[in-house]
């Protein structure tokens, strides 16, 4: 069997079929048509595990055409011995549908995580199987972004009872040490001082969680790779003089739709924490910088109408030693932190302010490598340059 896709195009060569303008009456679509409007990735093996047919979601997700897909095998999506294998042989033994869930797809051609692959036996068909592809790992991140937003609102509200309850009075107290400062005997000078020095501390605290309003932001067409630059040069002056960085560009990308300067401290927030986790590799640490350019689900941006897609990827990546396993689920959760002189809301914030772009942040750690990938909108009406 060999289903056909109808084509929505004229390409020289091709052997899809071309699509009716409509159906008579009673009239049916083939099954072709079907699995091509489908919106998850669908595949066709026979009996000799190549590909016979792929359908139009499939493309975006292998990033391979649809005739080079039928180029390829079950080999170019993993060895023998992948799950996937398994799956596609207990459904030609059994006979019957499988489900599996949260498997890692990784070969020469595809290197993907959390994808749900279902597997049916194709009647009249022996051998054959039908394998559709759902990728989890979007609608997780969109569940732990809805959780380090609740996270950073309950920060919003904590900060509007300090910035009233405690300002004031805090600036009577810084005030008032000021005055003894000057008048008490020089034995006494010091406590004075540590007076008004905690004092500020903790007016700096307070303003920095005051940066969690919800006040909307104010964007524009912003060119990514200038933010990046921005940031590395400020980055190689000051903390990370001693770090080498590492540029990987996709120049082709579209302008971010968002606020620069909240992009700016969010990126120059990330590499500072780069830059502190290979601050002990004496000089050997490095620091990527990487933009790519990948499909994904259209979402809507907070108070707005306007649709935005995520296809926009920026990674700050470090050879540090990686984040443990006991730390990692908190990441982003306010006042953790593993720095003596940290406050822990570096990573809250970010995730607020990505949040409030109608984006994403995830974090990927292993031994040796770490790397914090935001994902960002682009309108699709938006095309200017700043």
Known sequence: ???????????????????????????????????????????????????????????????????????????????????????????????????????????PRLQRQGITVQGTPVTDYPGYVLLTLHDSSAARALDRQLTFRNAARSVSGMAAILAHEVKNPLSGIRGAAQLLETTVAENDRELAVLIRDEADRIKALVERMEMFDEKPIERRSVNIHRVLEHVRMLAQQGFAAHIRFVEQYDPSLPPVWGNRDQLVQVLLNLVKNAAGAISGDQGSGEITLCTAYRHSARLSIPGSDQKVHLPLMVTVRDS??????????????????????????????????????GGLIEIDSRPGRTDVILHLPVLVEEASDI
């Open 320 to 357: 540090g030693p990686g984040i443990s396993d006991s730390i990692r689920p908190h990441l982003f959760e306010p006042f953790l932190t593993t720095k003596t002189t940290g406050s822990g809301l570096g990573l809250a914030l970010a995730a607020k302010i990505i949040g409030d772009h």
């Open 1 to 107: 069997m060999v289903l056909k896709r109808p084509s929505r195009r004229t390409s020289t060569g091709s052997s899809r079929l071309v699509g009716a303008p409509g159906l008579s009456a009673g009239a049916l679509p083939d099954n072709a048509t079907l699995l091509d409007s489908l919106p998850v990735p669908v595949l066709l093996l026979d009996e000799a595990g190549r590909i016979r047919f792929a359908n139009s979601a499939a493309e975006p997700f292998f990033g391979i055409s649809e005739p080079h897909l039928r180029l390829l095998g079950l080999a170019d999506l993993g060895p023998a011995d992948h799950p996937l294998s398994l799956l596609i042989e207990q459904v030609r033994v059994n006979e019957v549908t499988i489900v599996e869930h949260e498997l890692m797809l990784e070969g």
